[in-house]
């Protein structure tokens, strides 16, 4: 709740108001344990402190809302990777298998086929 209405005071130019629920997200146990929460903290101070103009502020929070953010997508592009590694390996796996056992049954088709061969001889 209160990161929607910090956001909401700031674009009202209400700074006081604003401030008060950042004090607040910041008082709730484990507003950071998450980084999408930690991302909207970030870009609510980045707001706060552009209303208030302190610019190195603003920019300091927002290059940390981008840095949690690009972190996430190259993460989940690592994960991503990751996963297609196992498929193609879980895929060679299941090919080896398989020609391991279409080569046995070829040889115990090719030793019947001989035995045949010898019974009719004999």
């Known amino acids: 709740m209160y990161h929607v209405l910090a956001p909401a005071y700031i674009m009202k130019g209400e700074a006081d108001e604003a401030r008060k629920m950042i004090d607040t997200i910041q008082r709730i146990p484990g507003w950071n344990q998450s980084p999408d929460r930690l991302i909207s903290y970030y870009n609510i101070l980045y707001g706060y402190h552009r209303l208030l103009g302190q610019h190195d502020q603003a920019y300091e929070a927002i290059d940390k809302a981008n840095y949690l953010r690009d972190s996430m997508v190259h993460l989940a592009g690592s994960l991503g990777s990751?996963?297609?590694?196992?498929?193609?390996?879980?895929?060679?796996?299941?090919?080896?298998?398989?020609?391991?056992?279409?080569?046995?049954?070829?040889?115990a088709?090719?030793?019947?086929?001989?035995?045949?061969?010898?019974?009719?001889?004999?």
């Open 82 to 107: 990751q996963k297609e590694v196992i498929r193609y390996e879980i895929g060679q796996k299941a090919l080896a298998d398989s020609l391991r056992l279409s080569s046995s049954l070829l040889q």
């Open 109 to 122: 088709e090719l030793k019947a086929k001989t035995n045949q061969t010898w019974l009719l001889i004999a």
